[in-house]
């Protein structure tokens, strides 16, 4: 998996996936990193890379051209046959979430185009985005953090990153169900026990009741989700039996 980032800021993408799990796929080869700093591709004087918006108004829009070169030049660096995904960080987006990542999971490349200032011309936007994505509704500074947000998500479902395979499926929105509650030593904390089923070594026990308490936090936090859920007849029946339907 080839991540290349188009942005104002490269060194806040690099640093930011640089340590712990996304750093340590960078080193074992399983996923790239590719930032381009959008502001070497201007052809001003200055380096500048935005300009006034037609029609007046706050703030400054980025100029279409170093975008466009910036991307051109990365395309060429992918040469595939296929038309790689062009992701643009936008609160205007459709809502990224675990299914989208697990979409995006299965390509080899992936361009994503960062933002500031007010925007991008559109016409750029029109010519190269594919997939415009918005992490959640409320509004940040730039594209960067999304984009960081969004290459973590998918780096942790490339095959070999995690290294257990079930803890990628087992744990929160597999299913649509959030994660039941973990538990490490020591057995008592400032007089609070571990719940004794933990202890019992019954893993039949054990299972059912990580089911039921991820069955309890997702109808008390997350009720949207356990419309979607793939619930069987047991799990409607605890749910029933709890009051939480
Ligand atoms: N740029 C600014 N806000 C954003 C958001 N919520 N999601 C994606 N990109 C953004």
Redesign the pocket.
């Known amino acids: 998996m080839n991540f290349h980032v188009l942005t104002l800021f490269p060194e806040m993408i690099d640093t930011g996936l640089s340590t712990s799990i996304t750093g340590r796929a960078m080193e074992k080869g399983l996923i790239s990193l590719h930032t381009v700093n959008i502001r070497d591709y201007s052809k001003n004087k200055h380096n500048q890379v935005d300009d006034y918006p037609y029609g007046g108004g706050a703030g400054m829009v980025m100029a279409p051209g170093p975008v466009y070169r910036a991307y051109n030049a990365v395309e060429e660096k992918i040469h595939s046959k296929k038309k790689t995904k062009v992701i643009y960080?936008?609160?205007q987006?459709k809502v990224f979430n675990q299914k989208i990542a697990e979409e995006l999971a299965k390509e080899e490349d992936l361009i994503f185009l960062c933002g500031h200032y007010e925007g991008i011309d559109e016409r750029v936007l029109d010519m190269i985005v594919t997939d415009p994505?918005?992490?959640?509704d409320?509004?940040?500074t730039?594209?960067e953090l999304?984009a960081m947000v969004m290459i973590d998500a998918i780096t942790r479902l490339v095959p070999g990153v995690l290294n257990n395979k079930a803890s990628a499926e087992i744990e929160t929105f597999h299913d649509n169900l959030l994660e039941y509650p973990q538990y490490t030593r020591p057995e008592t904390f400032m007089d609070l026990s571990v719940p004794e089923v933990l202890l019992s070594g019954h893993h039949g026990k054990i299972n059912n009741w990580r089911r039921e308490q991820s069955l309890i936090r997702t109808a008390k936090m997350r009720p949207d989700l356990l419309e979607e859920a793939k619930l069987t007849q047991k799990d409607l029946e605890f749910l029933k039996k709890e009051k939480l339907t």
């Open positions: 960080l936008t609160p987006g994505i918005s992490i959640g409320y509004v940040l730039g594209g999304p």
